[in-house]
């Protein structure tokens, strides 16, 4: 078979496809970034620092020769976006994928001292903003006739430690919105979460790694995930590979939520 052909027949093709990441600049996000540009899709990436997010676009459009455009955006603030949705509208068109994975989880001494600003926050960046973007987008591509969501959860959500109460329940409503909105927006729209569990990221950087360690030894791999671990699950949602995955939650998190919990 030529390559073309297998281009044409591969289901997780994402040629000419438009896709929008929030946080696509590092972490989870970067690596779903990577994997939807060599795939085929033009990719926009979306967050707080520009600096950060144009040296991405950068190394990303040179490895895949794909277009990356980063966009500045804070998403736990509503107006912001609605402009980031109404940009990409008008430089690209339309949005074929979007990935809610812009995420934060705070850490504070003792819940009794959790601010009402640290919830609003976690809250904000976790859940409102995903809201927000997966109802702007939906919307138009409901009309478009076809379009993939995909909200980054986070075992957190079904088996919350103590380190992470509001932020778990930020996530446990991500859970939730993704199966409102698959049913609100379907068929044209597919809307899943992709739940993971400890990866190596930024966000691990103020983990209790004694304790982690300890659970690691109970998990079923044994291990952290490596940040590309999560492509290829973020790939299936994306493309037609998943075409009948709707309302569903993929867990990628090497056996935690069942045999272990949360941190
Ligand atoms: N790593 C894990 O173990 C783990 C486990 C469960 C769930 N998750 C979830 O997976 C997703 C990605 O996590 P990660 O580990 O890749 O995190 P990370 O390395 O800390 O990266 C977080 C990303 O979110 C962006 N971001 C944070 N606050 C933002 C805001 N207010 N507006 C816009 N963008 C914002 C950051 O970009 P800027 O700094 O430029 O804004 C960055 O790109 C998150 O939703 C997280 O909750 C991660």
Redesign the pocket.
């Known amino acids: 078979m030529t390559d073309e052909a297998n281009q044409v027949t591969d289901p997780f093709d994402l040629t000419g496809r438009i896709a929008l990441i929030?946080?696509?600049?590092?972490?989870?996000?970067?690596?779903m970034t990577e994997a939807f540009a060599s795939h085929g899709a033009d990719v926009v990436?979306?967050?707080?620092?520009?600096d950060?997010?144009e040296t991405a676009a950068a190394e990303i459009g040179d490895a895949t020769g794909r277009q990356v455009t980063p966009i500045q955006?804070?998403?736990?603030?509503w107006e912001?976006t609605t402009a980031l949705v109404d940009e990409v509208y008008e430089r690209f068109g339309r949005i074929d994928i979007l990935v809610?994975?812009?995420?934060?989880?705070p850490v504070y001494e003792r819940l009794s001292e959790v601010s009402e600003a640290l919830w609003d926050?976690v809250f904000?960046?976790?859940l409102k903003?995903p809201f927000r973007l997966a109802t702007l987008v939906a919307e138009r591509m409901k009309s478009a006739g076809r379009g993939s969501i995909i909200n980054?959860?986070?075992?957190?959500s079904v088996k919350p430690g103590a380190a992470e109460i509001p932020?778990g329940a930020a996530?446990a409503g991500?859970n939730n919105l993704s199966v409102g909105l698959a049913k609100t927006f379907g068929p044209e729209v597919r809307v899943n979460t992709?739940?993971?569990?400890?990866?190596?990221?930024?966000?691990?950087?103020a983990?209790d790694w004694e304790m982690i360690e300890r659970e690691m030894k109970r998990l079923p791999m044994r291990r952290?995930?490596e940040?590309n671990e999560?492509v290829g699950a973020a790939l299936l949602l994306a493309s037609d590979a998943g075409s009948y995955i709707t309302g569903s939650t993929i867990k990628v998190?090497g056996g935690m939520s069942e045999v272990v919990g949360g941190g």
């Not at 990436?45 to 520009?50: E, T």
């Open positions: 929030t946080g696509g600049g590092r972490g989870l996000g970067r690596q990436i979306a967050s707080r620092k520009l950060v997010l955006c804070h998403v736990g603030h912001q809610n994975n812009a995420g934060m989880s926050k904000d960046v976790n903003g980054l959860s986070s075992t957190a932020y996530k991500i992709l739940m993971p569990g400890p990866f190596r990221t930024d966000i691990s950087d983990w952290v995930g940040p999560i998190d």
